[in-house]
C-alpha cells in the first residue's frame, strides 16, 4: 500500500527559528513529490521536486528530496508568524496521494 | 487569476439525505479531483478525473459517486447521507501534464446530523 508519512505532527516556535518538516514515502510509480502550505482554507502550491538533490529555494523556503532514502524535506529559516499553518506533502503517482500533514505554529 | 470554485461553503443535512457537492474550475484543466480531510488523517482521494465523461475511484470511493459532463465541473453526490461522511470536501484541478501542480477550492465544510 502506498504511504506518505509526515513528521512531527505538530510543531511550535517562536519567530526567529528555523524549522525543518518531513516527509517520508514508500510508493510504487513515483512520479514526484509536492508540498502545499494551507492556511485555513484552500491549499497553496509550494514546491513540486523531481530528481534526487537538487534543492528548490523560495524566499525563507527551500526544500529538497532524496529519491534512493524516500524522503523529502522542506525548511522554512527565520520563521514569522505568517508562516503558521498545516504544510501537507504529496507524491504524484497516478494520482495524488498527501501525507497528515504538519501543523507548525510560530510564536510572536 | 486561476479560480476553483465550490459552491457551497457550509451544508447541513440529514442522514440519508442526497447530497450534491458543486466544483467548477475557469482554469481549462483536465484533471479534476475530490478529496476528504479529517483531523489527523490528512486528505484522502475519493475520486478523480482527467477527461469529460471519464472518472476513476480514489482511495475512499465508498458512499459517494462523481459527474463529469462538462470540463469546468466536477460535481460529487453522496447518495445517502451517513454521520460518519461529516467532513472537508476539496476538490482540485490541475492540467493533464502537470497532475502535481493542484489548485484547490475553499472547500466545503458538510455536516451530517
Known amino acids: 500500500e502506498d504511504k506518505v508519512v509526515q513528521s512531527p505532527l505538530s510543531l511550535v516556535v517562536h519567530e526567529g527559528d528555523t524549522v525543518t518538516l518531513n516527509c517520508s514515502y514508500e510508493v510504487t510509480n513515483f512520479r514526484s513529490l509536492l508540498w502545499y502550505k494551507q492556511e485555513k482554507k484552500a491549499p497553496t502550491f509550494l514546491f513540486m521536486l523531481t530528481s534526487s538533490g537538487i534543492e528548490k529555494k523560495s524566499g525563507r523556503l527551500s526544500s529538497i528530496l532524496d529519491k534512493k532514502e524516500l524522503f523529502s524535506i522542506l525548511n522554512i529559516t527565520a520563521t514569522q508568524t505568517g508562516d503558521s499553518a498545516v504544510y501537507l506533502c504529496a507524491v504524484e503517482l497516478g494520482d495524488m496521494r498527501f501525507g497528515a500533514g504538519t501543523r507548525l505554529t510560530v510564536k510572536p | 487569476d486561476v479560480k476553483v470554485t465550490q459552491s457551497s461553503r457550509y451544508l447541513v443535512k440529514r442522514t440519508g439525505e442526497k447530497v450534491f457537492l458543486e466544483c467548477v474550475q475557469d482554469?481549462?484543466?483536465?484533471?479534476m479531483f475530490w478529496y476528504r480531510q479529517d483531523p489527523g488523517l490528512g486528505l484522502r482521494l475519493i475520486y478523480f478525473?482527467?477527461?469529460?465523461?471519464?472518472?476513476e475511484k480514489g482511495d475512499i470511493p465508498e458512499g459517494y459517486s462523481v459527474s463529469r459532463e462538462k470540463k469546468e465541473r466536477f460535481s460529487l453526490i453522496l447518495e445517502s447521507a451517513s454521520t460518519n461522511q461529516t467532513s472537508m470536501y476539496l476538490c482540485a484541478s490541475s492540467f493533464y501534464y502537470r497532475l502535481g501542480e493542484l489548485f484547490f477550492g475553499e472547500g466545503s465544510r458538510l455536516t451530517v446530523l
Open positions: 482554469m481549462d484543466h483536465e484533471n
Open positions: 478525473s482527467y477527461d469529460v465523461k471519464m472518472k
